[in-house]
C-alpha cells in the first residue's frame, strides 16, 4: 500500500469498548478542525458531532454483539465522521448474516423510540409541540436530537443497497428460500435501482451527498451482482466420498 493510501486510512486506536479496540479515523480530527474554523455556534456543533459520534460507535457495537451473539469474534471498530466499520468474523449462514447485520439499525431504533417515547410521555420534560414552538429547553433539545440523529440513522442503514446494512438485511431474508448466488443477485438489482433514486433526487435537489452516496452504493451493488454473477455453487457433494469432491466444478 503507498503512503498516501496508508495516511488517507489512517485512524489511531483511542480505546476499548467491551474488550473491542475502537479505531478513530483521521478525517474526525480534520472535521473538528474545520467546525472550530468555521462555526457560529461551537458548542451545538460539538454536541451534534458527540451525538452522532456517540450513536455509531453504539451502532458498530451492536454488529459486534451480534457476531458474538452467532459464536463469532468481534476484531474492531473503525469511526468515520459519516459512518462506521465493524470489523467481525462469523460464520456465512444466512441467520449469522442477519442477526450481524439487523443488530447495529436494531440499536438505532431503540435508541430512537426511547428518546422519541420521553418527548412524548415525560411531564417534566416538554413535548415535541413546545419544541416546535421555540420553547424548548437544552435537555429536550439533546432528546430531540437524539431521535433524530438515530432516527435517520436507522432508516438510511435499512435502504436495500450494497455495502449498507439493509443490503445484508434483504439478502440474508432471502438466501432462507434462496440460494445465496439468487438471494445476491436480486439484491444487487435492488441497490442499483436504490442508487438511481437517490442519484436522481441527489440531482433534482441539488445535494451532492445524495448524489456521491448513490454513485458509492451503485458501484458497490453493481460489483456484488457481477461477483454473484459470475459465481459458479458447489453441487450437493452430501451423496460423494471425499476423495471425490473437486473444488469449483
Ligand atoms: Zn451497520
Same mark, same amino acid.
Given at each position: ?6 495516511? *488517507?486510512l ?24 474545520? *467546525? ?17 459520534f456517540? %450513536? ?44 450481524? %447485520?439487523?443488530?447495529?439499525p ?21 413535548? *415535541? ?38 443490503? %445484508? ?79 469449483? %466444478?
Amino acid at each position: 500500500m503507498s503512503r498516501f493510501a496508508q495516511l *488517507l486510512l489512517y485512524a489511531p486506536r483511542v480505546g476499548r469498548l467491551r474488550g473491542i479496540p475502537v479505531h478513530l479515523h483521521l478525517s474526525f480530527l480534520l472535521l473538528a478542525l474545520y *467546525l472550530l474554523l468555521t462555526t457560529k455556534a461551537l458548542w451545538v456543533d460539538l454536541v451534534l458531532v458527540l451525538v452522532v459520534f456517540t %450513536s455509531v460507535l453504539l451502532h458498530e457495537l451492536g454488529h459486534c454483539e451480534g457476531a458474538r451473539k452467532v459464536g463469532g469474534l468481534p476484531q474492531r471498530i473503525v469511526l468515520w465522521p459519516l459512518g462506521g466499520l465493524a470489523y467481525n468474523s462469523h460464520e456465512d449462514t444466512a441467520k449469522a448474516e442477519l442477526i450481524v %447485520s439487523a443488530a447495529g439499525p436494531l440499536v438505532n431504533l431503540v435508541l430512537a423510540l426511547i428518546a422519541g417515547g420521553i418527548l412524548l410521555v415525560r411531564p417534566d420534560v416538554p413535548g *415535541l409541540d413546545q419544541v416546535r414552538a421555540g420553547a424548548s429547553t437544552l435537555l429536550t433539545d439533546l432528546v430531540a436530537l437524539v431521535a433524530t440523529v438515530n432516527a435517520l440513522l436507522f432508516v438510511f442503514n435499512v435502504l436495500p443497497a450494497f455495502p449498507l446494512d439493509g443490503g %445484508s438485511i434483504a439478502r440474508a431474508l432471502l438466501r432462507f428460500p434462496l440460494q445465496w448466488k439468487r438471494a445476491t443477485l436480486v439484491v444487487g438489482g435492488l441497490g442499483v435501482a436504490t442508487a438511481g433514486a437517490l442519484i436522481v433526487l441527489g440531482i433534482q435537489w441539488r445535494a451532492g451527498i445524495l448524489f456521491g452516496l448513490g454513485l458509492l452504493f451503485l458501484f458497490v451493488s453493481g460489483s456484488e451482482f457481477r461477483k454473484a454473477w459470475r459465481f459458479t455453487p458447489l453441487p450437493e457433494y452430501d451423496d460423494l466420498m471425499p476423495h471425490e469432491r473437486r473444488a469449483g %466444478s
